[in-house]
């Protein structure tokens, strides 16, 4: 009994000294033995050694990043960092965190490889969980259909990225491809424009893609995450062949060159679902569900929400739009795929709120009312109206506060109606 006892204490210490914290910091060495006192000064070289259950503090400070760590060239990609080991279970992963309060930035500025699309954390493994560091300077060279991205979860399942701020770049904030069950929590997406390719329209670049390539990677999520001044869209689920939710997240001033009112790409603040001309084939026999719930678009240059000729329903329940041109748009194409636009059929619109189209009239548009369930929004059935004087702030500067110790969205008042108003009582909207 004793002899037992004793393996167990083995086996325990054992495992719980396998998880081990490596650092890196702007003044380490790659020869030092990356702990806090003597830091690494590459995520190559941390993630060279890292093994399922361990953590990479990345300290705070602004990392230039060079060429020379490209660390895989892939296709038409040069993946920067690139993360295809595994961890093995929820409380098993292998973590990648900025260091407690600090905020390290990495600034992909320099890195031009010649002829390659850039993806500066491409994430195959899975179990992996990227918190609390941003991604500067992003670049696009080449001059025809291209993009680059700042995260690309290509494989990787049960992933979490959260408090990643993807900005002043030329590249996507987050875009995924393949792998089930992610999680994209408080991350912000904004000032990203391509300037070169395409003749500089900017039309790739959204802020948060979710274009799942095969029907398995179901369960992808995107809470609490924010988008602005992106010059394609806020978020986009083209061509995707299984179900995103997009939950509690906010899109604004998107398809402007950032800083400006000039018109760049699409500017769609929720592009949910649909399939290009070239790609009806990507849809699968039954065209996936994607989820809009509790999320805000306001200013965006086309518009709010929208279908984007989707094969089928999506569910937009409890959302926002405000000054966007059209801020419900519920567009479809034939269910036979054949390549012509019909009103929106089998869509779910409840509880949503829509004040102020910059197209006057235009809170829901292109939807055919008797093939969906259209219940309880400010628009339809009835539409109610409500003066700029209802709300308690209609002030779009508090989209934009720093966000909470938790990193949960700011607390704000923009666009919530004031108690004594009729509408107030019905919960709509955000
Ligand atoms: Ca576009
Ligand atoms: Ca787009």
Redesign the pocket.
Known sequence: MRRICWVMVLIFSVASLSATNYFIAVYGNDNSEGSIDAPFATLNKAQSLVEPGDTVYIRGGVYHIGEKQIMTFEGAYACVFDLQKNGVSLDKRICYFGYKNERPVFDLSQVKPAGKRVTVFHVGGSFLYFKNFEIIGTQVTLTGHTQSECFRNDGGNNNIYEGLAMHDGMAIGFYLIKGAKNLILNCDAYNNYDYVSENGIG????GFGGHPTTEESVGNVFRGCRAWYNS??GF?L?NARAACTIDHCWSFLNGYIPGTMKPA??GTGFKAGGYGMQEMVRCPEVPPVHRVEYCLAYYNRNKGFYANHHLGGVLFNHNTGYQNPYNFCMLNRKPNREIVNVNGYGHVITNNFSFAPRLAGKHLIDVDVKKCTIENNSFYPQEIKVEAEDFISLDPRELILPRKADGGLPDINFMKLRSDNELFRRGLGY
């Open positions: 039309g790739n670049v959204d394609d869209d986009d083209i790409g699409d």
